[in-house]
């Protein structure tokens, strides 16, 4: 249980064009889901928190303009790189949470690397 | 700000040696994460520490919280090669219920 997808698993885009991420999680509902991106040899770094129903809130110093965040439903939220840039290829990474005996637990997806040319 | 420091960044380590791990964090928090990543892969779940004194042991990895020191250790026993990989700890911010990442340390085992 606890399984969490995203599609694609790697994408290359050229500059300027917008790449959509989706995350699902497969067996269980997540009201609340994450954005992470992390680049080479570097740690996992929170882009925002994903909200079912609501606006996704954004970490300090990320474009909420560039980052569009839906959480349309309870199994999926999406990551839109509007106009992309080279600087934004990255590995990203979403996780949905989970509460078990009153603890949240978050269970992460495979991962999507973007490059942009 | 809640900041997770992990040290070392890097261990390179021969197989069959023991080394340890830290994961040092800067506000009150009982709830510790240890996470696995592989080269191009994303996390895998190895320990959910939940209270101080807190130990928890899987194979040849044992993670242990000290909540008071702000501290958590993760320990490898007699070192194989399949153990290279990186190794974060994260820390649960009460304030926000957000995972906080530590650096990162990178394990490299060899024969």
């Known amino acids: 249980g606890a399984v969490v997808s995203q599609h694609p698993s790697w994408v290359i885009c050229k500059s300027g064009t917008s790449v959509k991420i989706e995350c699902r999680s497969l067996?269980?509902?997540?009201?609340?889901m994450f954005w992470y991106r992390q680049f080479p040899k570097q740690s996992l770094m929170l882009m925002a928190t994903s909200n079912e129903g609501s606006k996704a809130t954004y970490e300090q110093g990320v474009e909420k303009d560039k980052f569009l965040i839906n959480h349309a439903s309870l199994t999926l939220s999406t990551l839109t790189v509007t106009s992309a840039h080279p600087e934004d290829s990255s590995f990203y990474i979403c996780?949905?949470?989970?509460?078990?005996?009153?603890?949240?637990?978050?269970?992460f997806g495979p991962g999507t690397r973007l490059t942009v040319t | 700000e809640l900041k997770v420091e992990q040290n070392p960044l890097f261990l390179s380590m021969q197989e069959g040696k023991n080394y340890t791990i830290y994961c040092n964090y800067s506000?009150?928090?009982?709830?510790l994460y240890w996470y696995r990543q592989d080269p191009g892969k994303s996390l895998e779940s190895l320990f959910v520490l939940l209270s101080n004194g807190a130990v928890k042991q899987e194979g040849r990895l044992m993670a242990s919280l000290d909540t008071k020191a702000r501290l958590s250790t993760l320990h490898i026993t007699a070192a194989v090669h399949d153990l290279s990989a990186t190794y974060f700890c994260?820390?649960?911010?009460?304030?926000?219920?957000?995972?906080?990442f530590g650096t990162g340390t990178r394990l490299q085992v060899f024969p």
């Open positions: 996780s949905a949470r989970v509460t078990r005996a009153s603890v949240y637990e978050q269970y």
């Open positions: 067996d269980f509902q997540a009201t609340t």
């Open positions: 506000t009150t928090s009982d709830r």
């Open positions: 994260a820390v649960d911010n009460y304030n926000t219920d957000k995972l906080i």
